[in-house]
């Protein structure tokens, strides 16, 4: 899953691709180097974000959309709201990637039925603007887990098939470095809810805390290894900004899981 912001203030590449052109011509690049889906958003999720309108967001979103479903990539939207959600749907968007797994706007969900589209649902303690403040678990993992299996159930309660859901355990959402690691650690306790697991730690700051690389563009080695990691606890979606490195990692690592 290549990323594709058009944001001004994501935390990694924050106004690259603000422009809608730029944004178009930066997914054709990812799916060039391999990408299988293409990520768009128009509200960035890091720490201390402040929310966007939903008049801003369309305008950001909408016109990506269309372009790159238009020449035929596979994309989601990653929103958080019911009228963005549907103007991408009906741009060309199949899957809606909720960072709030239905807790936002809950007819989000009976939309995504309705529809019959694919969703991730992710775990985030409280909000992008404060989540990072003071996050505490007894257990991050089992605590991830039951969140994951709540939402999963509400999820199949509104009318969305289990098969067309996939999980996000939120990586750098409301999590220390420890926490960030315990849950790569054990990500097959997740893996074993039985919906495909998608892992997005792409550039995240524990990647530079743990490699001493302050500047999020010089993480894709760490990112490829991580997703390494991820790939061998289960995880078989991997939500990247640096798509040609992860694929090869990936690819490496598949290999040996061949008969």
């Known amino acids: 899953m290549g990323i594709v912001n058009v944001t001004p203030d994501s935390f990694s590449d924050g106004g690259e691709h603000a422009d809608p052109a730029a944004a178009i011509a930066h997914g054709r ?45 596979r994309v989601s939207i990653d929103t958080v709201k019911l009228r963005v959600a549907g103007a991408a749907v009906a741009a060309g968007a199949s899957l809606v990637n909720d960072v709030t797994a239905f807790r936002a706007e809950p007819a989000l969900a009976g939309f995504v039925a309705e529809r019959g589209l694919d969703c991730c649902l992710m775990h985030m303690a409280g909000e992008p603007r404060t989540m990072q403040a003071d996050p505490r678990y007894d257990d991050v993992v089992s605590e991830v887990k039951a969140f994951l299996e709540a939402r999963l159930a509400f999820a199949v309660a509104a009318g969305i098939p289990e098969a067309r859901i996939w999980l996000d355990p939120g990586i750098g959402f409301g999590k220390t470095l420890a926490h960030n690691l315990e849950l790569l650690r054990r990500l097959d306790e997740l893996v074993a809810l039985g919906r495909p697991v998608l892992f997005g730690a792409s550039r995240k700051a524990f990647l530079g805390t743990v490699t001493g690389r302050s500047a999020p563009a010089e993480r894709a080695v760490a990112t490829a290894a991580a997703n390494v990691l991820a790939y061998e606890r289960g995880a078989r979606i991997f939500r990247v900004h640096d798509v040609a490195p992860t694929r090869d990692a990936l690819a490496v690592v598949a290999a040996t899981f061949a008969r």
């Open 29 to 73: 690049a990812l799916l060039a180097e391999g990408a299988d889906l293409l990520d768009v958003g128009g509200e960035s999720t890091r720490p201390g974000a402040e929310p966007v309108g939903e008049q801003e967001e369309l305008r950001r979103v909408v016109p990506v959309v269309e372009g790159l479903a238009g020449g035929g990539a």
